[in-house]
């Protein structure tokens, strides 16, 4: 019982803390897929400058670059 007389049912109490724990867990994993694709775009962004860079070098060197690299997605089907 609490001070004021009011007293929390252990149903409500159970319900409130399984929705702190599945709210909890969903905010987790949003916060993992921010992470991942975060990262992704951070390594792709330095694929592509140092792929730029390759070629101006190769093109330095003598070398003819034919064509560059395709960049179409990756797709799961």
């Known amino acids: 019982m609490t001070t004021d007389g009011l007293s929390w049912p ?3 109490i159970a319900a409130l803390a399984i929705a702190c724990v599945l709210l ?3 905010g987790a994993l949003r916060l993992r ?3 991942r694709r975060r990262a992704l775009a951070r390594r ?9 860079s ?3 070098w ?3 060197q003598g070398f003819t670059v034919l064509d560059r ?5 990756a797709t799961l089907l």
């Open 69 to 73: 690299q395709a960049t179409r997605g």
């Open 24 to 26: 909890g867990g969903w």
């Open 44 to 52: 792709m962004r330095h694929a592509r400058r140092r792929e730029a």
């Open 33 to 35: 897929r921010w992470w």
């Open 10 to 12: 252990p149903l409500l």
């Open 54 to 56: 390759a070629h101006a």
């Open 58 to 60: 190769l093109e330095r």
